[in-house]
């Protein structure tokens, strides 16, 4: 097996902020992948990549940008969870990748991303009142 030219991909939201690095041989059907099972995925306003000529040498870049360049949703970058949001239902992931496991598990995976979105969005409004209200010199 020969192989196979793989890219390097950096994800950033509106601000340019770098929110993911990730490594692919097809980057387009990962991020098909990332839009279904991550829930910051609605962050994601741009990409970038880059090509390198094997996947060795993209795990490399692609560790060393995520040690140095400290995306928002990378290992050991997840944020904890809102208050009230409970973890992840166990199988829920793995249940959507598995097509055939994909029934048993729809309405509790789609339950529990709502429920985390909805958190997460009431967090965002909370800051930005707070940044409102601050008083301006």
Same mark, same amino acid.
């Given at each position: 097996? #020969?192989?196979?030219? $793989?890219?390097?991909?950096? %994800?950033?939201?509106?601000?340019? &902020?770098? %929110?993911?690095?990730?490594?692919?041989? &097809?980057? $387009?059907?990962?991020?098909?992948? @990332?839009?279904? +099972?991550?829930?910051?995925?609605? +962050?994601? +306003?741009? @990409?970038?990549?880059?090509?390198? =000529?094997? =996947? !060795? %040498? =993209?795990?490399? =870049?692609?560790?060393? *940008?995520?040690? #140095? !360049?400290?995306?928002?949703?990378?290992k050991g970058g %997840?944020? #904890?969870?809102?208050?009230?949001?409970?973890?992840?239902?166990?199988? $829920?992931?793995?249940?959507?990748?598995?097509?055939?496991?994909?029934? *048993?598990?729809?309405?509790?995976w789609f339950m529990?991303?709502? @429920?985390?979105?909805?958190?997460?969005? #009431?967090?965002? !409004?909370?800051?930005?009142?707070?940044? &409102?209200?601050?008083?301006?010199?």
């Amino acid at each position: 097996m #020969t192989d196979r030219p $793989t890219a390097v991909y950096r %994800l950033f939201n509106a601000a340019g &902020d770098l %929110l993911y690095v990730g490594s692919s041989c &097809d980057p $387009t059907r990962r991020w098909r992948e @990332h839009r279904k +099972e991550m829930f910051w995925w609605r +962050e994601v +306003e741009r @990409h970038d990549r880059e090509w390198f =000529a094997s =996947a !060795e %040498l =993209a795990r490399y =870049a692609e560790n060393f *940008a995520i040690d #140095t !360049e400290n995306p928002r949703y990378n290992k050991g970058g %997840l944020p #904890t969870l809102p208050p009230g949001v409970p973890p992840q239902p166990w199988g $829920t992931r793995i249940g959507y990748q598995c097509r055939e496991l994909r029934p *048993a598990f729809r309405r509790e995976w789609f339950m529990w991303r709502l @429920h985390l979105q909805d958190a997460l969005e #009431t967090q965002r !409004e909370e800051q930005e009142r707070k940044q &409102d209200e601050r008083p301006q010199r």
